[in-house]
C-alpha cells in the first residue's frame, strides 16, 4: 500500500469533517493501484462516512467486464463511465445505488 498517500487521505479525512467523496482513476495509465489500496480507501470512506468513486471513463470495461470493481474485487459507490459505452463516440454514464441516486 502507499503508506504515505493512504496515510495523508486518512489524515484529511480525520481532520475535515465535510469531505464528500473520494474520486479516483483507478489506473493511471500504465501505473495500477498498489496491493490494497482501493480496498483501504473504501474502508476509509465507510468509517469516516464518505462515497468511494471511481472515475471509469477512460479505464471502463478494458481491465474486465465489471471494471475496475470486477478487477481488483473493490466495488465503489459509484462509478463513471464513458467511451466506451459509446463506441468510441462522446458519451457518459454513471452507476449507483438506489440509496445514492
Given at each position: 500500500?502507499?503508506?504515505?498517500?493512504?496515510?495523508?487521505?486518512?489524515?484529511?479525512?480525520?481532520?475535515?469533517?465535510?469531505?464528500?467523496?473520494?474520486?479516483?482513476?483507478?489506473?493511471?495509465?500504465?501505473?495500477?493501484?498498489?496491493?490494497?489500496?482501493?480496498?483501504?480507501?473504501?474502508?476509509?470512506?465507510?468509517?469516516?462516512?464518505?462515497?468511494?468513486?471511481?472515475?471509469?471513463?477512460v479505464?471502463?470495461?478494458?481491465?474486465?467486464?465489471?471494471?475496475?470493481?470486477?478487477?481488483?474485487?473493490?466495488?465503489?459507490?459509484?462509478?463513471?463511465?464513458?467511451?466506451?459505452?459509446?463506441?468510441?463516440s462522446?458519451?457518459?454514464?454513471?452507476?449507483?445505488?438506489?440509496?445514492?441516486?
Amino acid at each position: 500500500m502507499l503508506l504515505s498517500n493512504f496515510a495523508a487521505v486518512e489524515a484529511l479525512l480525520a481532520e475535515e469533517g465535510d469531505v464528500a467523496a473520494i474520486i479516483l482513476e483507478r489506473l493511471q495509465r500504465i501505473i495500477p493501484p498498489e496491493l490494497g489500496y482501493l480496498q483501504g480507501l473504501h474502508d476509509l470512506g465507510g468509517r469516516y462516512g464518505v462515497l468511494l468513486i471511481f472515475d471509469e471513463i477512460v479505464t471502463g470495461f478494458r481491465s474486465a467486464y465489471g471494471g475496475a470493481q470486477e478487477h481488483y474485487g473493490v466495488t465503489s459507490d459509484i462509478c463513471t463511465l464513458g467511451k466506451t459505452i459509446g463506441g468510441g463516440s462522446p458519451s457518459g454514464a454513471l452507476g449507483a445505488s438506489t440509496e445514492i441516486m
